[in-house]
């Protein structure tokens, strides 16, 4: 279904001038913006709404709404009306966000307020709850208002029965954020895995916020042994996918990871890495490599530890 008045275009188009990232790709939040919501089934109950600056997935259970994210704050007026259109939403029982960033985040107050669990990473629980400083920015995001908080927050994982769904929950450690997340409906076998997956756009690592290339190359290992044929895993940006574009991309991450550790280690500058063809010959071509390159390096300066005898 596409939600396609005049009236609401305008209103989206008016929002894409103020769509404000955090980290995380503002070019593929631009890219999306100006396109209407769109509501996508993934199963019976479930449905994903693109279009809201990230993606948002609704499960519609006997208990109410679940939620995975509430897309950026300039879209929570079309995204809470395109909620109303769904089943089971009279409530919205609970939202879980899969991490930190203003693209996941931007409907939690609203949705807080009207009474709604809010399940998030203690990482995630922190950043909103506190001011944290953007380097790329030089400024400091504020702490959201108190009804945007998670009102439960975990450091490993747990699982939750709505509505007669199992639902699971847990940390995939450094992968983009220091507060990722998957949360997998089984009954269903989707996985809702936030930016720690990346078949559309660059993937991010927002190394100043915890992500590094090593810690993304174990979750989408985590992913790939935690999954089977018919699982489905839907990103932050872009439509769901299966195990092979996972697999596609383990491989791809797998690369840059081995490649990046011994250009660094040689005492490359993320420029020289990419003059000595550090993105040559990948199953995919960057938008902006040295973004990626440059995010890569600075994640692994902070966990390097081991210096070799023949460092330069
Ligand atoms: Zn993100």
């Known amino acids: 279904m596409k939600v396609a008045s005049q009236q609401r275009r305008a209103i989206l188009r008016a929002a894409v001038g103020g769509v404000v990232g955090a980290t995380c ?74 991490h930190w960033h203003k693209a996941q985040i931007g409907s939690n107050a609203n949705i807080g307020q009207s009474g709604a669990r809010i399940i998030a990473h203690e990482k995630t629980r922190l950043h909103l709850a506190t001011d944290f400083y953007l380097p790329d920015q030089d400024r400091y995001e504020l702490a959201q208002p108190a009804a945007a908080h998670p009102t439960e927050s975990f450091f490993t994982g747990g699982e939750t029965v709505i509505g007669g769904q199992q639902i699971t929950y847990g940390h995939l450690l450094e992968a983009h954020t220091d507060g990722d997340i998957f949360v997998r409906f089984s009954h269903a076998n989707v996985l809702v895995v936030g930016d720690v997956i990346s078949p559309e756009v660059d993937p991010v690592l927002d190394w100043f916020g915890g992500g590094w290339i090593g810690g993304r190359v174990d979750a989408l290992e985590f992913l790939l042994n935690n999954s089977d044929d018919s699982t489905r895993f839907v990103p932050s940006v872009g439509p769901a996918v299966g195990r092979a574009e996972v697999q596609t991309e383990y491989e791809l991450m797998s690369t840059l990871f081995e490649r990046l550790v011994e250009l660094i280690r040689q005492g490359n500058r993320p420029e020289d890495s990419l003059a000595a063809g550090v993105m040559d010959g990948l199953s995919r071509n960057f938008h902006d490599p040295m973004k990626f390159v440059y995010a890569a390096q600075k994640s692994l300066w902070a966990h390097h530890n081991t210096l070799s005898h023949d460092i330069v």
């Open 25 to 98: 790709s503002t070019l593929a939040n631009s890219a999306i913006a100006a396109e209407p919501l769109t509501i996508t089934p993934l199963a019976n109950d479930i449905n994903l709404i693109s279009g809201a600056g990230g993606n948002v997935v609704v499960v519609s259970t006997a208990d109410g709404q679940v939620m995975v994210d509430s897309g950026a704050a300039e879209f929570s007026d079309v995204l809470l009306e395109t909620l109303r259109e769904l089943p089971s939403s009279d409530r919205i029982h609970t939202l879980f966000n899969t």
